[in-house]
């Protein structure tokens, strides 16, 4: 699976952005996989934002719940998240994410165990 970040950009405090990923025409079956947000902020570690399971429930770090809202067209095999009343301290490179898995599977938080990444879309909030 190859995945396609895009949508970043520079937005005030209290804005929104889109961000869109793309799975290659080639990701068959791409409803059977959970699908998730990460993002790096200089010299910090990979934080997870938000994960939409194949089944449709969802998880979100608390920094950004009420905020951020992922979502998911299997048709299309894109993954959004909405981002809405952007805070400075949300200024980092955004990665979209993707890992197959069975119903039972749990949603993963840490990156290490998903297999596949976006290349990365920069965003930056103005204070």
């Known amino acids: 699976v190859q995945l396609q970040a895009s949508g970043g950009g520079l937005v005030q405090a209290g804005g929104s952005l889109r961000l869109s990923c793309a799975a290659s025409?080639?990701?068959?079956?791409?409803?059977?996989?959970?699908v998730a947000w990460f993002r790096q902020a200089p010299g910090k570690e990979r934080e997870f934002v938000a994960a939409?399971?194949?089944?449709?429930?969802?998880n979100s770090a608390d920094s950004v719940k009420g905020r951020f809202t992922i979502s998911r067209d299997n048709a299309k095999r894109t993954v959004s998240l909405q981002m809405d009343s952007l805070k400075p301290e949300d200024t980092a490179v955004y990665y979209c994410?993707?890992?197959?898995?069975?119903?039972?599977?749990?949603?993963?938080?840490?990156?290490?165990?998903?297999?596949?990444w976006g290349q990365g879309t920069l965003v930056t909030v103005s204070s």
């Open positions: 994410a993707a890992k197959s898995v069975i119903l039972t599977t749990p949603v993963f938080i840490r990156p290490d165990l998903y297999d596949y």
């Open positions: 025409r080639r990701s068959n079956n791409f409803e059977r996989y959970t």
């Open positions: 939409l399971h194949r089944s449709g429930s969802t």
